[in-house]
């Protein structure tokens, strides 16, 4: 039993891979970095999408990535799971349609933006778009999402920026970086182990947080500006009309918005 377990090879079925299309695809913005925009159609069982041209990406131009977007892919369907996983600055990927858990987990500088096709009967907002572990052990990045997404999401976020429609239970849990803009109700003990990183919340219900690390207070000072570019933002990638109605009338629905602060 032991001689067959050290001659037993993994087999990942790498070579069925979306991302092998995908890296053919956008062959000129890697070979001489000129922008490229794709589009193609994506199922459940497609996992990891972009990891592999992540790879691809960081083979070639290390850390650095590419100047953004130079990479841009439309992608119409349901996403498996672990979409846009560890993706790298230069790459950005539309989906048009719902992801699954661990969505952007490992993000690294890509830019993700998740909506409901345009064809899909349902409020934007009362549905989840995205599931559970939304930017696990995010480092950089943006995330934008028409929707809102399960539970534990930015779990060890340290530095990506995202925006979303409602979270679920112990949302920014152990972050330590990054901005989080939530537009839309929160699930129970949001904010715990929150060491740092700045988290802004729609109509939050005191009685959700965990305490224990963060202060919560008012909207104010540069955080408006702050808070108003990403809304912004989130509207030109999305076409949110939560977004759109809060933009609107701004200067009131400033006084609805809380700051999330760790005291460190």
């Known amino acids: 039993a032991a001689a067959r377990r050290q001659t037993t090879k993994q087999d990942h079925r790498l070579e069925r891979a979306l991302d092998n299309q995908l890296i053919a695809a956008v062959g000129p913005a890697l070979d001489e970095r000129r922008a490229v925009k794709v589009e193609f159609p994506v199922r459940n069982e497609n996992r990891s999408v972009g990891a592999m041209l992540g790879g691809e990406v960081v083979r070639r131009y290390r850390g650095a990535g590419l100047p953004d977007d130079t990479i841009e892919i439309v992608l119409r369907g349901t996403a498996g799971q672990s979409f846009g996983a560890f993706v790298p600055r230069g790459v950005t990927l539309r989906l048009l349609g719902d992801g699954n858990d661990y969505v952007g987990k490992g993000l690294s500088g890509g830019r993700l933006i998740i909506r409901p096709d345009e064809s899909a009967?349902?409020?934007?907002?009362?549905?989840?778009?995205?599931?559970?572990?939304?930017?696990?052990?995010?480092?950089?990045g943006e995330l934008y999402v028409r929707g809102r997404v399960g539970e534990r999401f930015c779990v060890r976020n340290s530095g990506a920026v995202a925006v979303v429609e409602g979270v679920g239970d112990h949302g920014c849990e152990y972050m330590t970086g990054g901005t989080v803009v939530v537009l839309g109700p929160t699930g129970r003990n949001f904010a715990a182990g929150m060491s740092g990183g700045l988290a802004y919340v729609w109509k939050l219900d005191p009685a959700l947080v965990n305490h224990e690390l963060v202060d919560?207070?008012?909207?104010?000072?540069?955080?408006?500006?702050?808070?108003?570019?990403?809304?912004?933002?989130?509207?030109?990638?999305?076409?949110?009309?939560?977004?759109?109605?809060?933009?609107?009338?701004?200067e009131s629905a400033v006084g609805e918005f809380s700051a999330v602060t760790p005291r460190d």
């Not at 930017?135 to 950089?140: D, E, I, K, P």
């Open 216 to 250: 919560v207070g008012p909207l104010e000072g540069a955080a408006v500006d702050t808070v108003r570019a990403l809304v912004s933002r989130h509207l030109d990638e999305t076409g949110s009309t939560v977004a759109s109605a809060l933009l609107a009338r701004w």
């Open 121 to 140: 009967p349902f409020v934007a907002e009362e549905q989840i778009i995205a599931g559970n572990t939304v930017l696990y052990g995010a480092t950089a």
